[in-house]
Every structure is written in structure tokens, then in C-alpha cells.
């Protein structure tokens, strides 16, 4: 089992207000909406953590999204 502050807050994301997609070959992304860019660097910080992997940061149509790849 694993437990830690970025993994909680991760999971809390998942289960909350966030969403997480899944598309094929292990691509994972948060969608953040309004812009909020300090919430969307937090997100990526704790992706970072988890995954020991710099996800990528994208603006587009008035939201942020965080891509990256994990066989997690």
C-alpha cells in the first residue's frame, strides 16, 4: 500500500472535482479548467513525484492540461 502527501493528494484529485483520462499506449491527462495556472503547476509537481517523470504542460481553450505516460 502506498501512502504519502503526493500520492494522497493525487488520489484526491482523481475521486474529486479533476478529471483524469486514460487513452491508449499508458497516456494519461488532467484537464484543468478556467486557467487555473498555480493549480495546474501543483498538479504536474505531484505527477512529477509520483512518477519521477516532468509531465508536459499544455494551454489551450481556456484550460490547462497535464499529459504523461506511466505503467502505473
Known sequence: ???S?????F?????GD???HHSSNCKYFFTI??????YAFYVAN??????NKEPKL?????????????KL
Request: hydrophobic share 40%; proline share 0%; charged share 35%.
Open 46 to 51: 505531484l505527477v512529477k513525484a509520483l512518477i
Open 58 to 70: 499544455k494551454f489551450r481553450s481556456k484550460a490547462y492540461r497535464i499529459e504523461f505516460k506511466s
Open 1 to 3: 500500500m502506498i501512502s
Open 18 to 20: 479533476r478529471t483524469v
Open 11 to 15: 488520489y484526491g484529485i482523481m475521486i
Open 33 to 38: 479548467a478556467e486557467g487555473d495556472k498555480e
Open 5 to 9: 502527501k503526493e500520492f494522497n493528494g
